[in-house]
């Protein structure tokens, strides 16, 4: 297996092949991000990565999860994707499911019928990064889109078969009116949008970003925990999907929360506010990673 640079995977793909169909970001340009920072975005040669899938067969035998790295692999021509598939499938018998990171732009320039196809072809899971579903702060942030947008790329993908996986951001607005904001037009968007999946992580700003000189120059403050666990506390109030598996477990977070909505809901506040009122299982911030 071969690899260009650093390379991330949703953290429920460690036990997953990893294979690289792209390099880097096709969008890259999030104020917050900097993940893909050092890398050109290009689509790999699709001769390499068919000689990857059979060093793979090679060293594993054979394999039940596969991730498509890097960060946006979706924007692929769909026929490459699809070959890709074939390969996949062909190759380990014992293959249940194929995952991907979906941009939303990149989404949105795929038909319906084409992302049905790609369902049909053994794409079992999209994971999208929401961040937000407040039209102004996905603009502020760079994100590409706004929230009308970016609803219809998370609404394209569930409606196409996929199991939608998507990321939202706690802390992404600041301190103040900002945060509550957030939090509501976040939760709106989801109980429009209808995820099967909702992960909440906690800011944390990267040196060498824009957000990160943001907060260096006093222009953006950052939450206390106290005022992380009330957007949480916000967060889950509001939600109204159902059923919903929701987790606020990233290393990134203050108080880990993993369990269904809306069933779990009661139990989940019990916990924020056992976390407010006694620090009962908070995580220390020098405890706290990306």
């Not at 222009?219 to 949480?232: H, M, N, P, Q, Y």
């Not at 939600?239 to 919903?244: F, K």
Request: hydrophobic content about 40%.
């Amino acid at each position: 297996m071969r690899y260009e640079g650093t390379i991330y995977r949703p953290p429920g793909e460690w036990r997953s092949y990893l294979l690289q169909a792209t390099v880097g970001c096709s969008h890259n340009t999030c104020t917050f991000c900097k993940m893909y920072k050092d890398k050109r975005y290009h689509v790999r040669p699709m001769e390499d990565i068919l000689e990857d899938i059979q060093m793979a067969k090679a060293y594993y035998g054979d394999v039940s999860r596969v991730f498509l790295c890097d960060g946006d692999a979706i924007a692929m021509p769909t026929e490459d994707l699809l070959t890709i598939l074939r390969s996949l499938y062909d190759t380990f018998p014992g293959l249940e499911r194929v995952t991907i990171y979906a941009g939303p732009q990149s989404t949105l320039e795929k038909t319906p019928e084409e992302l049905k196809t790609l369902r049909e072809a053994g794409l079992k899971r999209v994971y999208l990064g929401v961040e937000t579903g407040d039209d102004a702060l996905l603009r502020k942030v760079g994100k590409g889109v706004g929230a009308a947008e970016m609803l219809e790329a998370g609404t394209r993908l569930r409606e196409a078969g996929l199991d939608l996986w998507v990321m939202v951001i706690l802390g992404l607005a600041g301190r103040g009116e900002a945060s509550r904001r957030h939090i509501l037009a976040t939760a709106e968007m989801m109980n429009a949008m209808k995820p099967r999946h909702l992960s909440a992580l906690s800011l944390m700003v990267e040196p060498g970003t824009p957000l990160y000189r943001d907060w260096e120059a006093g222009k953006f403050e950052l939450l206390t925990a106290e005022e992380s666990l009330g957007e949480v506390r916000l967060l889950i109030e509001k939600l109204e999907v159902d059923p919903l598996h929701f987790t606020c477990d990233h290393a990134s977070n203050y108080l880990p929360l993993k369990g269904s909505l809306p069933d779990e809901r009661e139990r989940f506040l019990a916990a924020i506010d056992k976390a407010l009122e006694k620090g009962t299982g908070m995580r220390p911030e020098e405890w706290r990673l990306l």
